[in-house]
Nanobody
Framework: VQLQAFGGGLVQTGGSLSVSCEASGFSLDDYTITWFRQAPGKEREGVSCIRRSDGYKYYSNSVKGRFTVSRDKVKNTVYLHMNSLEPEDTAVYYC????????????????????WGQGTEVTVSS
């Protein structure tokens, strides 16, 4: 099982950016994929999740309405489309995979996911 995140970069406040998480060695029907982010000096936080099999989606309150998670089962890739970016969105973004079927109270727990990508850095300039 491998995850590779890419697509980060520098964007101005109010701009948009998409990051991708390419999965190999497993099917997106079998694993839930969650995006986390970690800003300098802060704890890792769950951003968005797309649940295995049924594709149910979760979002943190800080990104709801601005970010959209999607998946392409043919490409075995999960995307995080980020709009109306703010400097507070600056962080390293990680994708994680878990053979779990999370609910609202559990999807953002890092311990639920056994496989992690290497992270991609997103910087939003003010």
């Amino acid at each position: 099982v491998q995850l590779q995140a890419f697509g980060g970069g520098l964007v101005q406040t109010g701009g948009s950016l998409s990051v991708s998480c390419e999965a190999s060695g497993f099917s997106l029907d079998d694993y839930t994929i969650t995006w986390f982010r970690q800003a300098p000096g802060k704890e890792r936080e769950g951003v968005s999740c797309i649940r295995r099999s049924d594709g149910y989606k979760y979002y943190s309150n800080s990104v709801k309405g601005r970010f959209t998670v999607s998946r392409d089962k043919v490409k075995n890739t999960v995307y995080l489309h980020m709009n109306s970016l703010e400097p507070e969105d600056t962080a390293v973004y990680y994708c994680a995979a878990g053979a779990v079927r999370p609910i609202q109270s559990t999807w953002a727990r890092p311990g639920a996911y056994e496989h992690w990508g290497q992270g991609t850095e997103v910087t939003v300039s003010s």
